[in-house]
């Protein structure tokens, strides 16, 4: 039975020329980057210059990229350090965020390191910049806002420019999790007013285990993690030399081929809607989907029935991989708290197609004449 994946919001295939730049450095090229002779230098001029390429491509300086372990590690030292290092005494974040982000904010909030408030969502999931501003203006303190570009299960795209003007209007720190948007958008990270921002390799047919945080230069932090000084200092350990190369070098090719894929993807999730509109009734759609919205996720909302309660199932016992909320729960299904926050609806089941390059029409099709017999 032939799989057909449409997860790819929670991984994404590594794509082949990415494995072909990864594999010198899991073979020939094996030296420690911290060493001093040559066979280490050579390592060492691989991290640097993979680098230079993810900086060019985000518009940010080498300086402020810090290789990582993924999103959810640069999102935890992002919360740290405007805690330990900036004085933030209170965080403004969403109840759509990623766990990533809700569980640091909670767990500094117990230790009454910092206060945390929600800002509002509006109905169709985007987050009310109106209540945010009113919420900065109240506070006396300085406050830290954590919103990510674009939410992992819905896609609502947070207008990113506009947030972090609001948030220099007030003297806030701004973090974004931009994990689902790196590798997707063109980002120019000197122009938009962002303080930090996180990727992770394996959004966009890179490893993973590998991400990023970028740290604006105007703000000094210090390390998370010591030992032997690696990523200048803010994170010891040898580095993960073939995830990084990996990467840089999904980036590179995602950056170049960003407006094809695009298009092509953009065109099977709007095909998809149609195809489900004609074929399922009662079928309906959460998040802004057809508007300021991620092209490559979909949430569809099935009309509960007994067999729609079992769809997730049902579509792995057909070879079909989707996801009724964020995969980075360690397989636990307890509901959504994304839905739960927009539309919670009991007579509705949430689930998440997610696309990518490697995706075709007959795959919608398919999917589609399966979900018309399962429901």
Same mark, same amino acid.
């Given at each position: ?33 911290? #060493? ?80 945390? #408030? ?27 806002? #954590? ?229």
């Amino acid at each position: 039975m032939n799989r057909i994946y449409l997860d790819n919001a929670a991984t994404t295939q590594l794509a082949p020329e990415v494995l072909e730049a990864m594999l010198p450095y899991m073979t020939t090229y094996f030296g420690n980057p911290s #060493s001093v002779y040559s066979y280490g230098r050579e390592t060492r001029l691989a991290i640097e210059n993979a680098r230079k390429t993810v900086a060019r491509i985000l518009q940010a300086n080498p300086g402020e990229i810090f290789f990582t372990s993924g999103g959810t590690e640069s999102d935890n030292m992002a919360i740290a350090a405007s805690i330990r290092d900036l004085g933030c005494r209170h965080i403004i974040t969403s109840p759509i965020e990623h766990h990533a982000v809700l569980h640091a904010v909670e767990h500094f909030d117990h230790l009454d390191t910092v206060t945390s #408030s929600f800002v509002k969502i509006l109905p169709d999931g985007h987050v009310d910049l109106q209540d945010l501003e009113e919420q900065l203006a109240a506070r006396t303190e300085r406050c830290l806002v #954590s919103l990510m570009h674009a939410n992992n299960e819905i896609g609502n795209l947070l207008d990113i420019y506009a947030t972090g003007e609001i948030c220099k209007k007030y003297n806030a720190i701004f973090h974004s999790d931009t994990v689902q948007t790196i590798g997707h958008y063109k980002i120019d990270l000197r122009r938009n007013p962002v303080h930090f921002a996180t990727g992770a390799g394996h959004k966009f047919h890179g490893p993973k285990g590998v991400g990023i945080l970028y740290i604006n230069d105007n703000i000094k932090v210090n390390p998370v993690i010591f030992g032997g000084g690696q990523e200048r200092n803010m994170r010891a350990g040898t580095e993960n030399l073939y995830g990084i190369v990996g990467f840089a070098k999904a980036l590179e090719l995602a950056d170049m081929n960003q407006e094809k894929d695009r298009a092509g993807i953009q065109s099977l999730k709007t095909y998809m809607v149609e195809q489900l509109q004609q074929n399922i009734p009662g079928v309906q759609f959460n998040g802004d989907y057809a508007g300021k919205s991620l092209y490559t996720v979909l949430n569809v909302a099935f009309p509960k029935t007994e067999k729609s309660e079992m769809i997730l199932f049902n579509l792995d016992m057909l070879g079909i991989c989707a996801s009724g909320g964020s995969a980075c729960s360690s397989g636990a299904d307890i509901g959504s708290h994304v839905i739960r926050a927009i539309n919670n609806n009991p007579n509705l089941v949430p689930v998440r197609f997610s696309f990518s390059k490697y995706n075709t029409k007959e795959e919608i099709d398919f999917v589609v004449g399966k979900l018309g017999e399962l429901i």
